[in-house]
């Protein structure tokens, strides 16, 4: 789907290559299922979760690594309202 939805999206956004936001929401799920895997050790998941946002922004996500964390931070704080909203009011302060 993001393959398919890139094309439609690369002709709109014609002066740079951006990938759109099914690339990022695809990479978050990455990053999720890393986060869940028990067999690996956690500086591995670490590093994997840092290459993967430092590949959001090399290859210009759209929302970059915004939407990568905001991925991750939906997964941890999903039941925590309060905590989600201090959470995303930061994260939008420190990346915006």
């Known amino acids: ?3 398919i939805s890139q ?6 956004n014609q002066d740079v290559l951006f990938l759109n936001v099914c690339f990022t929401l695809l990479f978050g ?5 890393i986060i869940e895997n028990n ?3 956690s500086y591995l998941k670490v590093i994997a979760i840092f290459a993967i946002i430092f590949l959001s922004e090399y ?3 759209d ?3 915004y939407g990568i964390l905001s991925v991750i931070l939906l997964y ?3 039941q925590k309202k309060i905590m989600s909203v201090v959470f ?5 302060f420190l990346c915006y």
Do not use: E, N
């Open 88 to 92: 995303f009011a930061l994260l939008t």
């Open 76 to 78: 941890f704080t999903w």
């Open 39 to 41: 067999k690996l050790p």
């Open 29 to 33: 799920l990455f990053s999720l299922s």
């Open 7 to 12: 094309v439609p999206f690369f002709f709109i």
């Open 1 to 3: 789907m993001a393959a």
């Open 59 to 61: 290859f210009h996500f």
């Open 63 to 65: 929302y970059g690594i």
